[in-house]
């Protein structure tokens, strides 16, 4: 079975600093992994996906993830954090594109202060 | 990108009534949807995966009695929270995939639903 750990339930950083948000995985087999960013009283939206293709993913908004797969991690990070990226943000795990569910971590929340 | 919306976006009932959720994909057909629960500030839990043609899938301790998924077509599945009570008040979130984008399995997700059970 697949699981995902997000360290931090809440992240606060200034608007122009780095953001970081870590997300570690388990699975047993390679895994598809996923960021997704949520807007209060909204669905998810995907910044960006692993799919072996690349270690290191760039994704829409400025943000990127790299894959190490012997620290079994996939942190989200941005240079510059704009006030707009305030924001719920999941880490996702999956073993295959067929019909199998996608398994969330408990999400951080990005607090940006200006 | 491909689209799924949800419908309705808000709904109020009070206690005992049945509401039902719709999940439309949009510009795809999708034979698996995804049902998801979220509590406030917590993580999407899992419910039932919804199987068009077949009867869904429900994730343990999910009741299916009082959650009914039915994937009518390759672009509708509804969820219907039946005789709900106030502990049913929640976000409800549905989601597929488009098979035709190949490898990398996101999911798409409807704008959710949120519920308030009176």
């Known amino acids: 079975a697949q699981s995902v750990t997000q360290l931090g339930s809440h992240v606060s950083v200034s608007e122009g600093a780095l953001v970081l948000l870590r997300c570690n995985y388990s699975?047993?087999?390679?895994?598809?992994l996923f960021w997704y960013v949520q807007y209060p009283n909204q669905g998810l939206q995907l910044l960006l996906k692993y799919t072996s293709a690349a270690t290191l993913v760039k994704g829409i908004n400025g943000f990127e993830a790299e894959f190490k797969k012997s620290e079994t991690s996939f942190h989200l990070t941005k240079p510059s954090a704009h006030m707009s990226d305030a924001a719920e943000y999941f880490c996702a795990v999956s073993v295959n594109s067929g019909n199998t569910p996608l398994v969330f971590g408990k999400g951080t929340r990005l607090s940006v202060i200006a | 990108g491909a689209v799924v919306s949800q419908h309705p976006s808000w709904v109020i009932c009070k206690s005992g009534t049945s509401v039902k959720i719709e999940c439309r994909s949009l510009?795809?057909?999708?034979?698996?949807m995804f049902w998801y629960r979220q509590f406030p500030k917590q993580s999407l839990m899992l419910m039932a995966t919804s199987n068009e043609g077949s009867k869904a899938t429900y994730e343990q301790g999910v009741e299916k009695d009082k959650f009914l998924i039915n994937h009518a077509s390759l672009t509708l599945s509804t969820l219907t929270v039946t005789s709900a009570h106030p502990e049913d008040s929640s976000f409800y979130i549905c989601?597929?995939?488009?098979?035709?984008?190949?490898?990398?399995?996101?999911?798409?997700f409807g704008e959710g639903s949120r519920l308030t059970v009176l």
């Open positions: 699975s047993s087999v390679p895994p598809y």
């Open positions: 989601s597929a995939r488009d098979p035709q984008r190949g490898l990398g399995g996101e999911l798409f």
């Open positions: 510009d795809f057909q999708a034979t698996t």
